[in-house]
């Protein structure tokens, strides 16, 4: 089992940075596959954030390119991401992900979310 811990996020202004930060409960090179997603108010699915897969590139959603990335620190078991020039629609509660090199069928794991409200 994998526990996600986040913290950061809070209130910022259009154009503001925020940072983000998942503390993990194993190691970072025991994930297959870890990430970044946010649920918008009113939205009753996720949206894919970031992710890196075992291939070690991020992907990024198109709405966040250039302005999002997304790192970690296997020393410390943590991943980050770092929100730049942040805009009212990315108003959301955020949400990290995991999922184990070595997991049952749909095993994954999440954050508990933390909410990034931007104000315009």
């Known amino acids: 089992q994998v526990q996600l811990v986040e913290s950061g996020g809070g209130l910022v202004q259009v154009g503001g940075s925020l940072g983000l930060s998942c503390a993990a409960s194993?190691?970072?090179?025991?994930?297959?596959?870890m990430g970044w997603y946010r649920q918008a108010p009113g939205k009753d699915e996720r949206q894919l954030v970031a992710v890196i897969l075992g291939d070690g590139i991020v992907r990024y959603a198109d709405s966040v390119k250039g302005r999002f990335t997304m790192s970690g620190d296997n020393a410390k078991n943590t991943m980050y991401l770092q929100m730049n020039n942040l805009q009212p629609e990315d108003t959301a509660v955020y949400y990290c992900?995991?999922?184990?090199?070595?997991?049952?069928?749909?095993?994954?794991?999440w954050g508990q979310g933390t909410q990034v409200t931007v104000s315009s």
């Open positions: 194993v190691d970072i090179p025991r994930l297959k596959r």
């Open positions: 992900y995991a999922v184990p090199l070595i997991a049952s069928r749909n095993e994954e794991y």
